[in-house]
């Protein structure tokens, strides 16, 4: 053997790689659009965001999946002539397919091996969305906590007063003017439970966290539901019980769970003669982090609970500002129990969203699981129980 023929390094087989499975593994929908703006390939987020299979989705042109004007059409005719990559936020995509339009942002480019093809990924941008969201909540609600401060010095001590000065009044009045006596002792003790109510706000002290099992609490509420304010509405159960425990506060969860299934309940209202229904859903939800205060780095919230209703809806123009305080559909409502609700999940390390549309409003949380080795407290067994209906 020549020193050249040994010097000669030896060529590496590369492995052989899936590249279906790489795209079909990845959490974005992926279109490959050929000649026509056929479809030639879509990943298995795109047959699960456009609702349609991949067999079928390959006999379709892009047109005939968005609808007529959609920005993403010119897009990929931009790509098209340019020949260069496009990047576009905010795109809003409408399509037979979707009950609502979609907000995306769009990444489309050509394949770089001379073919017409061009590859587009859509992101969609509620989970974005859901983190800007709820940032502004936690804003929100730190503001209310000033605000609750300043009530509770400025308005319960005076509140007192006038609530004692009218009581002695009382016993020196007829019958007749009693009632206005009554009446001003009603009014301030009603202002005295709204500032109560908003003094929750301005508890910035740190939960005391244990082992929280999930499905524990869901169950404890659905029992006080069913036989107080949600009597009459089916309540159904679909619960992973693989789930380990929560990080948290029993008594805060159970609060906070409570209020967002008696907004549902509320929201169904006249609609409970059999046909009011109420799902509580927990999964496993990978892939989404968050930096949250007092972090160092940023939190896994793989835990969803979702709470969904089939009433009428939340009306479009309160949508941005659901979780706001002083923000509320009931005409005796107070506006805040959605927002100590965001509260509450913020301090859990959590977020919180809502998607809603006609006849089915849903309230997502998202929250992290306990570590393994934590030193929080005992590890509770999750309930087994999984698509009980009541």
Known sequence: ????????????????????ALLAALPHPILVIG?????????????????????????????????????????????????AT?????????????????LVDVYAGPTGEGGPLIVVMLQQRTMAQMIERQLTHRAAARSVSGMADVLAHEI????????????????????????LSQLICSETERIRNLVNRMEVFG??????????????????????AETG??????????????????????????????????????????????????????????GVRLSVPGADQRITLPLMIQIEDNGPGVPDHLKPHLFDPFVTTKHNGTGLGLALVAKIIGDHGGIIECDSEASRTVFRVLLPLQERGSRAGPVQRPIPVNDRSR
């Open 1 to 20: 053997m020549t020193r050249r023929a040994a010097e000669r390094p030896i060529p590496i087989r590369k492995p052989a790689v899936e590249y279906d």
């Open 35 to 83: 000649d026509g703006n056929r479809i030639v390939y879509g990943n298995a987020a795109a047959e699960a965001f456009l609702s349609t299979s991949a067999p079928m989705m390959t006999r379709m042109r892009l047109d005939d999946v968005v609808a007529f004007g959609c920005p993403l059409l010119a897009l990929v005719e931009q790509v098209r002539e340019s020949g």
């Open 86 to 102: 496009v990047n576009e936020y905010g795109v809003e995509m409408a399509s037979p397919r979707f009950a609502n339009p979609k």
């Open 156 to 179: 319960k001590n005076p509140l007192s007063g006038i609530k004692g000065a009218a009581q002695l009044l009382e016993q020196n009045l007829s019958d007749e003017d009693r009632v």
């Open 203 to 224: 508890d910035e002290r740190p939960l005391a966290k244990e082992p929280v099992n999930i499905h524990d609490v869901l169950s404890h509420v659905r029992r006080l």
């Open 229 to 286: 304010f949600a009597r009459g509405i089916r309540i159904v159960e679909d619960y992973d019980p693989s789930l380990p425990p929560v990080p948290g506060n029993r008594d805060k969860l159970v609060q906070a769970m409570l209020n967002l299934i008696k907004n549902a309940a509320e929201a169904i209202g006249k609609n409970r003669d059999g046909q009011g229904r109420i799902v509580l859903q927990t999964s496993f939800r990978p």
